[in-house]
């Protein structure tokens, strides 16, 4: 198991490619914290991955708000004892393209795409310096690099993979990071 004894936190993770990253760092060992905003279907993805012997746990995560990040934070040190693997997956799309671009859904899919996943390294950053060999996965799409009809979704998918360069120059983060563009064509 290649992730044995690692704690991940992922994003967006009660359905598609978040809840399949979730899914497969559990069967590969690692204690995973399913983040996203559906209680429910979270508490039930972590209860099927505790059926088939792996740990999980729901915890809220509303990307937008530093509050929820700083209870991630909390949660992955008090039931975990710490973070290694930041996963940025949660995303949004919207209709909105040039000439007519719905400012509040441009503001609503950048809040996000690119300042949700800036959050979370913000906040996860301490906790995955402390563990020696933390990982920040961002996930990103190929509509960043050949666009789509939602100019919003295009511009903040061309954004996030910008953010290794910055982070690398800095070395703040204390993490390997990661990007990576989704073969599906859309987070």
Known sequence: MRLENKVALVTGATSGIGEAIA?????????????GRKEELGTTIANDIKS????????????????????AVKVAQETYGGL???????????????????IDKWNDIMAVNVTGPMMGIETCAPLLKVSGEGAIINISSLGGMYGT?????ST????????????????????????????AGRT
Not at 149 to 153: K, L, R
Not at 160 to 181: H, K, Y
């Open 23 to 35: 899914r497969l760092y559990a069967t590969e060992g690692a204690k995973v914290l399913i983040g």
């Open 149 to 153: 009809p939602s100019t919003a979704y």
């Open 52 to 71: 088939q012997g792996g740990e999980a746990s729901f915890v809220h995560l509303e990307v937008t708000e530093q509050s929820n990040w700083d209870n």
């Open 84 to 102: 290694d693997i930041l996963v940025n997956n949660a995303g949004t799309n919207a209709a909105t393209a040039f000439p007519n671009v719905d």
């Open 156 to 183: 903040s998918k061309w954004a996030i993979p910008r953010t290794r360069p910055t982070l690398t120059l800095t070395g703040e983060s204390g993490a390997t990071l990661s990007n990576q563009d989704s073969l």
